[in-house]
């Protein structure tokens, strides 16, 4: 089964800027929609957002709409998180996971990464 792994968090001050990255195996990426969710202590996975190709459609949770970015590299089989204007609120550890198209449930994807923290301080 394949295996996302993520990388980028960190802990910053809010009004802050992080970049995660999800790094796929190239038979993922090339088949592929990815997204990213996160999961807060005692909360349910929390959709974030997803990308899907090749006209790489995006789609957004409402929360972060405006300030975080999904993108994507071929040729890093890399999908990136650009969140700007962190909040307190979005504190959280971020996984990425594959889908066959832009879900927003997180039973609609497999292969999840370990995951990684963003603490986002007031």
């Known amino acids: 089964q394949v295996q996302e792994v993520e990388s980028g968090g960190g802990l910053v001050q809010a009004g802050d800027s992080l970049r995660l990255s999800c790094t796929a195996s190239?038979?993922?990426?090339?088949?592929?929609?990815m997204g990213w969710f996160r999961q807060a202590p005692g909360m349910e996975r929390e959709f974030v957002a997803a990308?899907?190709?090749?006209?790489?459609?995006?789609r957004y949770a409402d929360s972060v709409k405006g300030r975080f970015t999904i993108s994507r590299d071929n040729a890093k089989n890399t999908v990136y998180l650009q969140m700007n204007s962190l909040k307190p609120e979005d504190t959280a550890k971020y996984y990425c996971?594959?889908?066959?198209?832009?879900?927003?449930?997180?039973?609609?994807?497999?292969?999840w990464g370990q995951g990684t923290q963003v603490t986002v301080s007031s």
């Open positions: 996971a594959a889908a066959n198209g832009l879900y927003s449930d997180p039973r609609d994807y497999d292969s």
């Open positions: 190239r038979r993922t990426f090339s088949r592929y929609a």
């Open positions: 990308i899907m190709w090749p006209v790489d459609n995006t």
